[in-house]
């Protein structure tokens, strides 16, 4: 079986950077970790980013422009990226930027051209990597757990299971993971919440370590109110959009009591998806932003059955996870396997997902 150094790319629902890492794999296991690190977006590229993923799938006539920037800042993060780290690898995988997701229209929109990024690049590039599964009538999410399974075989082994990978960026999502047993949905909203209510307060980006959150006090009648959304009880497979949960119920607060209520939704949201499982995990381990929270993460231990514990501890680096997962399911579709399954995103068989576009063509 033939390994490939692969790069991967991807960019968040929180527009918050381009994460980057190369691994070595033949899309079964994992040969090698390379590099990883996250490059940010030029601040109106952001802004853009993010005020269109906020409209909802309207004002499409600015989307071919935001795409050639969401290209372009690839490119120079790509570019440096190879160069650091004196890398030349078989192939790039470009996510691109998600600015609309809607899997009961069966559409799903990543800005971005993997053409011009495979010229720019002179190298291979996969794109594309949700389209063909949501043409197989899958939800287009959540594509990493395959990825999860790889790691739970290569670095955790069989006694810790079952477990839960849980991923906590702008929305969360969770792979249930129990011998050959795969489930996989998006949760409920993760960091985005309460990053953009602290945002609208002009008290910085996000709620750096919980700081703010942790002074403030819980509205139990409107968190109570706001957990009846029914999406939070529908069983997986499913997925979100960021904007498919509103915090609006939080609004009259004051600053810390509506963090506060909002990082408990969160919380609270992520157990009763514990309740959608087959079983319950002995082991949750946290990845992305939100276990750099230590109010949320305490929040989580104090709710779920299973032991919370960051991805960090058990050498499975968070920050780099998902575009280690973009690399290794480019090397699945260039090996001819399958990169999303019934059980992950609804799709009607497991499908091999993304297309190769290859440099001046």
Same mark, same amino acid.
């Given at each position: 079986?033939?390994?490939?150094?692969?790069?991967?790319?991807?960019? @968040?629902?929180?527009?918050?950077?381009?994460?980057?890492?190369?691994?070595?794999?033949?899309?079964?296991?994992?040969?090698?970790?390379?590099?990883?690190?996250?490059?940010?977006?030029?601040?109106?590229?952001?802004?853009?980013?993010?005020?269109?993923?906020?409209?909802?799938?309207?004002?499409?006539?600015?989307?071919?422009?935001?795409?050639? %920037?969401?290209?372009?800042?690839?490119?120079?993060?790509?570019?440096?990226?190879?160069?650091?780290?004196? =890398?030349?690898?078989?192939?790039?995988?470009?996510?691109?930027?998600?600015?609309?997701?809607?899997?009961?229209?069966?559409?799903?929109?990543?800005?971005?051209?993997?053409? !011009?990024?495979?010229? %720019?690049?002179?190298?291979?590039?996969?794109?594309?990597?949700?389209?063909?599964?949501?043409?197989?009538?899958?939800?287009?999410?959540?594509?990493?757990?395959?990825?999860?399974?790889?790691?739970?075989?290569?670095?955790?082994?069989?006694?810790?299971?079952?477990?839960?990978?849980?991923?906590?960026?702008?929305?969360?999502?969770?792979?249930?993971?129990?011998?050959?047993?795969?489930?996989?949905?998006?949760?409920?909203?993760?960091?985005?919440?309460?990053?953009?209510?602290?945002?609208?307060?002009?008290?910085?980006?996000?709620?750096? @370590?919980?700081?703010?959150?942790?002074?403030?006090?819980?509205? %139990?009648?409107?968190?109570?109110?706001?957990?009846?959304?029914?999406?939070?009880?529908?069983?997986?497979?499913?997925?979100?959009?960021?904007?498919?949960?509103?915090?609006?119920?939080?609004?009259?607060?004051?600053?810390?009591?509506? !963090?506060?209520?909002?990082?408990?939704?969160?919380?609270?949201?992520?157990?009763?998806?514990?309740?959608?499982?087959?079983?319950?995990?002995?082991?949750?381990?946290?990845?992305?932003?939100?276990?750099?929270?230590?109010?949320?993460?305490?929040?989580?231990?104090?709710? =779920?059955?299973?032991?919370?514990?960051?991805?960090?501890?058990?050498?499975?680096?968070?920050?780099?996870?998902?575009?280690? !997962?973009?690399?290794?399911?480019?090397?699945?579709?260039? !090996?001819?396997?399958?990169?999303?399954?019934?059980?992950?995103?609804?799709?009607?068989?497991?499908?091999?997902?993304?297309?190769?576009?290859?440099?001046?063509?």
């Amino acid at each position: 079986m033939t390994n490939w150094s692969i790069v991967g790319t991807i960019s @968040g629902t929180s527009a918050d950077g381009i994460d980057l890492a190369e691994i070595v794999t033949d899309g079964r296991t994992v040969a090698r970790f390379g590099a990883a690190e996250t490059a940010g977006y030029r601040p109106l590229t952001k802004q853009r980013v993010l005020a269109a993923a906020g409209k909802k799938g309207t004002h499409r006539e600015t989307w071919p422009g935001i795409a050639k %920037e969401v290209t372009a800042d690839h490119g120079a993060a790509i570019s440096a990226f190879l160069k650091k780290h004196d =890398l030349k690898p078989d192939a790039v995988v470009f996510h691109g930027q998600t600015v609309w997701h809607d899997p009961k229209s069966g559409e799903t929109v990543q800005l971005g051209d993997p053409q !011009a990024l495979a010229n %720019e690049l002179n190298l291979p590039v996969v794109g594309d990597v949700r389209l063909a599964d949501m043409a197989a009538g899958g939800e287009g999410a959540p594509l990493v757990p395959v990825y999860h399974q790889a790691l739970a075989k290569t670095l955790l082994g069989e006694a810790r299971e079952p477990l839960c990978f849980l991923n906590i960026g702008g929305v969360s999502n969770l792979t249930f993971i129990d011998g050959d047993d795969l489930l996989a949905f998006d949760i409920g909203p993760g960091n985005a919440l309460p990053d953009d209510w602290v945002r609208r307060h002009g008290a910085g980006d996000y709620d750096a @370590g919980g700081e703010i959150s942790a002074r403030g006090k819980v509205n %139990e009648e409107r968190l109570t109110e706001a957990l009846k959304h029914p999406f939070l009880s529908e069983p997986g497979p499913k997925s979100l959009d960021r904007y498919s949960f509103s915090g609006d119920f939080a609004e009259g607060l004051n600053l810390e009591d509506g !963090a506060a209520t909002l990082l408990t939704f969160t919380a609270e949201a992520i157990a009763k998806a514990e309740a959608l499982l087959p079983r319950m995990p002995r082991l949750w381990l946290v990845c992305g932003g939100g276990r750099l929270n230590p109010v949320l993460m305490r929040a989580l231990a104090d709710r =779920l059955t299973g032991t919370v514990q960051s991805a960090d501890e058990f050498k499975i680096d968070g920050d780099a996870l998902e575009a280690q !997962a973009m690399a290794f399911l480019g090397a699945r579709l260039m !090996a001819g396997l399958p990169t999303t399954f019934p059980e992950t995103t609804g799709v009607s068989a497991p499908t091999s997902g993304g297309r190769l576009y290859k440099p001046g063509t």
